[in-house]
């Protein structure tokens, strides 16, 4: 990172965007192009976990190439200014690498949506239609490295 004084190096907050974010943006790579995927998750145990149908644009390039960037920002705010250069952006983020595995056991998808659905905020007892389940497949992302940057002041 070019610039150390805004580096997160707290484990407590970087846990909190882990934990709180709630968009996590995929960077794939088919045939030598960027392709990026906002995707809803939850994180547990240095994986992030990630529902998904059977196919699509995304499952076909994790099948052909399962290494991945990923990125999730919390707790931003536009920052305006009297002169238009001086405006910015007030965030924390996280941006990070590993590989992804697709999971189709239906005790992992079970556990998988588990963690999703109560991140959300799901209260009620979580059962889910085997049809439902059939149709769609977690996807593991081993977390390999990522780094926290943020910008203005924060308590």
């Given amino acids: 990172m070019r610039r150390l004084d805004k580096q997160i190096s707290d484990p407590e907050i970087l846990n909190k965007i882990l934990n709180e974010s709630h968009i996590c943006r995929l960077g794939l790579v088919e045939n030598g192009e960027a392709y ?38 919390l707790d931003h705010a536009l920052v305006t200014s009297d002169i238009p250069c001086g405006w910015t952006e007030k965030y924390r983020s996280i941006m990070g690498k590993g590989s992804i595995i697709i999971d189709n056991d239906i005790n992992s998808k079970k556990h998988g949506l588990d963690l999703i659905m109560r991140k959300y905020g799901a209260k009620m007892e979580l059962n889910y239609d085997e049809k439902i389940l059939a149709r769609m497949m977690i996807l593991k992302l081993t977390i390999e490295s990522y780094t926290g940057k943020q910008s203005g002041e924060w308590e």
């Fill in 36 to 73: 990026i995927v906002p995707v809803n998750f939850a994180h547990a145990d240095g994986i992030i976990y990630i529902h998904s149908a059977l196919s699509g644009r995304k499952i076909d390039i994790i099948r052909s190439n399962n290494r991945v960037s990923f990125e999730m920002e």
